[in-house]
């Protein structure tokens, strides 16, 4: 809303307007310097005698004196034309939910189950509280942020569907720990916002004695009440994970029981609410938590009025003053201004220079790295620290190495390790892990990437082993056949000289009996059919026995190296030779996956400064990535990065 006559902001520095009033009214008074002529001349004459304009000359600057001091008391006022209203404040107070995900929370005494009604009921929450701001801590052994204060219910709603025990990096119960992160959250919330009231709500199954006392003392003197939701029933149910009933050290059956006297109590003296979860918004009600200050008004025009406010316009003012004192500077400079716009031009030549000026070189390298560009940001480095990380980052694992390679820290001596084994030199690498775990024995990335590495050598030295004895059985296998070929070679001619021998004897006997035949048939002058008959068989069967011994001829192998039989061996032994070298090809793509396997094992970015940059899963499964962000956040809070 705009209004004709303005709202003063700051009426009280009308106090000074009587003050300037008299100090204008001395300038004005105040004569002027007087020369000989003025002297002597009446100041009636004075304008008509004297040439020149000193005399209106003096009366510009106190003119120009007038009005900057005119415009000054006007803008020290604060006057406003413009009335600006704003939504009404927000009655909630920030909430910070601390979630129990032990694996008490996946028995099934209530249906469907513990965890999923925890989270059906977040979601009501969050629901009922609309723009108010709620943060999400999730506690086991560890406690972590899942999302911080925030009114995005779109992303708390996401993020509150994939809680679950599995994502969480360390076993046990550690309730204190999130409400020590909770109040973490809330204490910068009030140094931005100068909020008053907090609440936090814990949603568990039980709490030890040790963590109320922890608590207690960590919510000492902040003013923010702890409100409880109980889970479970009386009664519980035993933890089934993967069809096995989760045991104690005991090997007891592990039977979580709610204990909502116990809970209840300690929530009273917190200064907060118990309720035990329900399927409806009973316990949001006792809970309070759809109007955590207990007001319930609603927003009216007065709630309007109280956030509305008239728009401070007195730097307008501000300008004629800043104009009016540029006359008092030397003549001409104002026509200067315009061409100020010209120097203004954009002077990309000079960028990299502007940078320098303000940065130094490693802050310039860490640049280049944020803007995926290694390669230069190794050049830029000056660190050796951060040249080694970056020539890491460009695949240059020669350079890498070479940085590492006098490393002395556990670190240093682990990511040494990681350069060899993106080379290839898995032995070297091996023995550097060995000394980062030496001097560090729970360095658990390097105990990893360690077993990877032999893992794969021991499957290197089977698959060479297995091709070895592969080749060597090919080779006694070609033997073997081509004995055998000489066996049958050498039988099937002893066969053939056999034939032939009982061929030659046929023939001369088939010769003697014709001889005899002739000389009975011209001493009896004929003869008989039967022995025509005879005759003729034994004529038939000549081309028969010849015959036949053609039709073996084709049939047994010959030595012809071209021949069907002896080939055959050759070939199956050119194929069991050429086998280990394909083996061998076949496997160098192994070889490569498998090496791509241990490099993507291997974090690339570890344990150089604070540096906590991490591939991401190629999953974008958001318990995945919370899980990973548990994880390091457990890694580094230990100090291994």
């Known amino acids: 809303m705009i209004s004709l006559w303005p709202q003063w902001q700051r009426p009280l520095f009308i106090i000074l307007l009587p003050i300037i009033v008299y100090l204008l009214w001395k300038l004005w008074k105040l004569s002027a310097h007087k020369g000989s002529w003025q002297a002597i001349i009446p100041t009636l004459f004075q304008p008509w005698l004297l040439r020149g304009s000193k005399a209106k000359e003096s009366i510009i600057p106190k003119l120009l004196i007038t009005l900057a ?115 973490n959250l809330i204490d910068n919330t009030r140094q931005n916002n100068k909020t008053k009231k907090a609440e936090i709500l814990l949603v568990t199954t039980g709490l030890n004695e040790q963590e109320k006392e922890n608590i207690r003392k960590l919510l000492v003197g902040k003013s923010i009440n702890l409100d409880i939701l109980g889970v479970g029933t009386a009664q519980g149910a035993p933890i089934l994970i993967n069809g096995v009933f989760l045991k104690d050290s005991s090997g007891n059956i592990i039977n979580p029981k709610l204990d909502s006297d116990s809970l209840q109590a300690f929530a009273y003296s917190e200064g907060g609410y118990y309720s035990t979860i329900t399927l409806n918004n009973a316990d949001i009600d006792a809970l309070h938590l759809s109007n955590p200050t207990g007001d319930k008004r609603l927003v009216n025009e007065q709630d309007m009025r109280l956030t509305s406010f008239w728009e401070d316009q ?55 790295l944020k803007e995926n560009k290694p390669k230069d940001a190794m050049t830029m480095f000056k660190d ?112 053939n000289n056999d034939q032939q021998n009982s061929d030659s004897k046929d023939a001369a006997q088939q010769n003697n009996s014709s001889q005899a035949s002739n000389n009975n048939q011209q001493q009896n002058n004929g003869a008989s059919p039967s022995n025509s008959q005879n005759n003729n068989e034994n004529e038939q069967g000549k081309p028969k026995s010849s015959g036949g011994a053609g039709e073996n001829s084709n049939v047994m192998p010959t030595k012809d190296p071209s021949s069907g039989e002896l080939t055959e061996p050759t070939d199956q032994q050119q194929s069991n030779t050429s086998s280990p070298e394909q083996k061998q090809d076949s496997k160098e793509p192994q070889e490569n996956s498998k090496g791509d396997t241990v490099s993507d094992s291997i974090p690339e970015n570890q344990a150089i400064d604070d540096e906590f940059k991490r591939r991401l899963p190629e999953s974008e499964d958001p318990s995945e990535l919370l899980r990973r962000k548990f994880y390091f956040e457990q890694r580094y809070n230990k100090g291994d990065y």
């Open 69 to 183: 001091s005119l415009f000054a008391i006007l803008a020290l006022l604060g006057p406003s034309w413009k009335h600006i209203k704003q939504p009404p404040l927000k009655l909630d107070a920030p909430l910070a939910i601390v979630v129990d995900m032990t694996p008490r929370m996946l028995s099934k005494d209530i249906a469907p189950s513990r965890l999923e009604s925890v989270k059906r009921k977040l979601l009501d929450i969050i629901s009922a509280r609309k723009d108010a701001q709620t943060a999400i801590i999730a506690y086991a052994g560890s406690a972590h942020v899942v999302a911080p204060l925030s009114d995005d219910k779109e992303t708390l709603d996401n993020l509150i569907k994939v809680l679950s025990p599995t994502i969480m990096p360390k076993s046990g119960e550690n309730a204190e720990a999130g409400i020590a992160k909770a109040i």
């Open 314 to 368: 007195s730097y307008w003012l501000v300008l004629p003053i800043l104009l009016i004192a540029a006359f008092a500077g030397r003549k001409g400079w104002l026509f200067c201004i315009p061409l100020l716009a010209f120097t203004f031009q954009p002077q990309t030549a000079h960028a990299f220079e502007w940078n320098q000026l303000w940065l130094n070189k490693d802050q310039q390298g860490q640049k280049l």
């Open 384 to 495: 050796k620290r951060w040249q080694s990380y970056a020539a890491y980052e460009a695949k240059d694992y020669q350079k890498a190495e070479k940085a590492f390679a006098n490393a002395k820290t556990p670190a240093g001596i682990y990511n040494y390790g990681n350069a060899l084994a993106r080379q290839g030199k898995y032995q070297e690498a091996i023995a550097a892990w060995d000394k980062a775990i030496k001097n560090k024995p729970d360095f658990e990335q390097a105990i990893v990437n360690k077993k990877i590495v032999e893992d794969l050598l021991k499957k290197q030295a089977q698959q060479q082993n297995s091709d070895q004895n592969n080749q060597q059985q090919d080779q006694n296998q070609q033997k073997k056949n081509a004995q055998e070929n000489q066996q049958q070679n050498d039988g099937s001619s002893s066969q």
